[in-house]
């Protein structure tokens, strides 16, 4: 069987900007037709959907131009990074179904070779310490609408700005006393070229050089660095560093080192979903979900436990494309694509999530027949099994009414209706229990009925799923819907935050269900279909003893429905 979750099969024809850019350059030769591009994450959270489009974007472009592309961990800034990260990090990029070869480079082993260039940019004059504090900084720096103005440790001699960066960097200073900026233009129209800021002190450990710097390199400073040494060809990056470009050309051609050429795109905003990590942090330290990959999360992990496949993920990338204008995309058209992988992959199983007791009076006691039930509509070479069927069943409390309105063609007393692969069955009465609630229904089957249909040709206007109690295996499901109640989470009245939104309703958990006896050794993370009710993945809770699903998706495509709107416009 080919290998479903290898990306390089699913070469994207469609064209974007940055494509037809990619490919332009290969045309003439500008890189002399390597496509070279990386992933840069700071190693501060975990990778989120957001993230995904980014990765599809920079390895897609790699495999698409038979280039190559780099994971790159953005760890210039000791105080917020983790090895938890890395490690996350990495195993999301691969269950993406990426692959950076012998590629994983850390930006901080390159600190050395940044200092050399920052030596190098004060010996030719275009660089200075200078001692003014962060809030002087700022003061001095101007406003969109005024110029800025030039630091009174400007014009210090090459000499005392080189034994003044030494010492930084030799520990001599206290945190935040001094600081190493470029010398450009403090009257730039463009505030990113005001004498920015390369380096700070910070007397902290990082999480891979330790305690060997107290100088940290700047964001701008460092990564068109990164990507001069890995030879970048294209540095894709989003559109908030549309205006941090001239600053990347400034060091580059200042150092005059190799010359990377920044692209800027869209980055990926979904309705309902918060995607910034300082919030999705947030929500993890103070306990509004159970850590990074609860299912209801947007990141990778999260999603990856709610049941998601690369491959809806990537299809999903592909779909929405990218561009130079921020949007919000529809979550529905994020489910859309979900569904549509699942329905082509996953098996069909059966389930009672609320269940209701059925005695079948005319079926023998103690009676066991294996019935044949399809695998997967969709692929016939999925095959079949067999689903025990016996007096006594489960289903659904929701197929049954006992008052039922028009339109509600499921059971009632004296309805007929078809059990999945199995018979007909007519409701004769329903036992209640003290208080009214009905705890138990009796009905007869017919077995001339056996595989769904009725010899005498008559029909029954619903299928009903349904378990054989006796040998249905108990398990715990947990429904899951929207983390928050608004489209957009920040919409937050004054004084309040993102987390005034969250859905109390997000998680709903069903502790008294049943699934097909052919789940009984189901792998951790394997995704099904529940009849009727939507696609299921096992949780990484579940034991040999206690089964847990996720409910990943519904089976109703809100997205199917938002088109046919708009089509009979
Ligand atoms: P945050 O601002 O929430 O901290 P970030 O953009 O700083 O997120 P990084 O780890 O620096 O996170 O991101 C790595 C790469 O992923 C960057 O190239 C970034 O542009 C890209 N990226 C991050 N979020 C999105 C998004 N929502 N859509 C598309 N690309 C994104
Ligand atoms: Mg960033």
């Not at 027949?369 to 095959?383: K, R």
């Not at 004296?414 to 229990?433: Q, S, T």
């Not at 005498?456 to 429904?479: C, F, M, Q, Y």
Request: proline fraction near 5%; aromatic fraction near 10%.
């Amino acid at each position: 069987m080919a290998d479903s979750n290898n990306p390089k099969n699913e070469k994207e024809t469609r064209r974007d900007f940055i494509r037809d850019i990619v490919a332009e350059d290969c045309k003439t030769g500008k890189w002399q037709g390597r496509v070279h591009t990386r992933f840069p994450p700071e190693p501060n959270g975990y990778l989120h959907i957001g993230h995904a489009k980014s990765i599809c974007l920079n390895f897609g472009i790699a495999a698409d131009f038979n280039g190559k592309c780099n994971l790159r961990f953005d760890d210039t800034n000791p105080e917020k990074e983790e090895q938890e990260y890395v490690d996350s990090i990495i195993e999301d990029v691969k269950w993406l179904g990426w692959d950076w070869e012998d590629r994983l480079y850390f930006a901080s082993d390159y600190f050395d070779q940044m200092y050399e260039w920052a030596v190098d940019l004060v010996k030719k004059g275009k660089a200075f310490v200078c001692d003014l504090t962060a809030d002087e900084v700022t003061q001095y720096r101007g406003t969109l609408t005024q110029p800025g103005k030039n630091s009174p440790y400007r014009d210090r001699g090459i000499e005392e700005n080189l034994d003044l960066f030494t010492r930084m960097k030799n520990g001599e200073f206290p945190d935040g006393s001094k600081t190493l900026r470029a010398k450009i233009d403090m009257a730039h129209a463009n505030l990113n070229m005001r004498d920015p800021i390369m380096y700070r002190i910070l007397h902290a450990g990082h999480h891979r050089t330790g305690d060997k710097w107290c100088i940290y390199p700047t964001y701008d400073w460092a990564h068109g660095l990164e990507d001069s040494i890995e030879q970048i060809t294209h540095s894709i990056c989003t559109l908030e560093f549309e205006n941090h470009r001239p600053l990347y050309d400034w060091y580059l051609d200042a150092l005059g080192i190799y010359h990377p050429r920044q692209i800027e795109f869209a980055r990926l905003n979904l309705t309902y979903t918060v995607m910034s990590k300082r919030k999705l942090l947030k929500l993890v330290q103070d306990g509004f979900v159970k850590g990074w990959n609860d299912p209801r999360m947007p990141t990778l992990s999260g999603m990856r436990r709610r049941g998601y496949s690369p491959e809806a993920i990537r299809s999903f990338c592909a779909i929405i494309g990218v561009n130079k204008f921020n949007s919000t995309i529809d979550m529905a058209l994020l489910e859309h694509c979900l569904r549509e992988d699942l329905n082509k992959t996953s098996h069909r199983v059966m389930a009672v999530l609320k269940p209701l007791k059925v005695v079948v009076d005319n079926y023998p006691q103690g009676q066991v027949e294996q019935l044949d039930a399809i695998n997967n509509p969709e692929d016939p070479s999925a095959g079949t099994r067999k689903v025990p069927f016996g007096r006594e069943l489960y289903i659904e409390q929701d197929d049954f009414m006992e008052n039922p309105p028009a339109k509600f063609y499921r059971l009632s007393p004296g309805r007929e209706v078809r059990l999945r692969y199995a018979y007909f069955i007519k409701c004769v009465n329903a036992v209640k229990d003290s208080s009214g609630n009905i705890v138990q229904l009796h009905c007869t089957y017919d077995p001339a009925t056996k595989g769904g249909d009725a010899p005498d040709g008559r029909k029954v206007k619903s299928t009903i799923h349904w378990l054989s109690a006796p040998n249905a295996l108990s398990a715990e499901v947990r429904l899951y819907n929207n983390l928050f109640t608004k489209e957009n989470p920040d919409d937050a009245p004054e004084g309040k935050d993102f987390t005034t939104n969250l859905n109390p309703k997000s998680l709903e958990v069903l502790t008294n269900c049943f699934v097909e006896p052919t789940l009984k050794d189901v792998k951790l993370l394997s995704r099904y279909q529940f009849e009727r009710l939507g696609y299921f993945c096992v949780d990484s809770d579940s034991t040999k003893d206690k089964l847990v699903f996720n409910r990943t998706v519904t089976l109703r495509d809100e997205w199917a429905k938002i088109q046919k709107q708009q089509t009979q416009r």
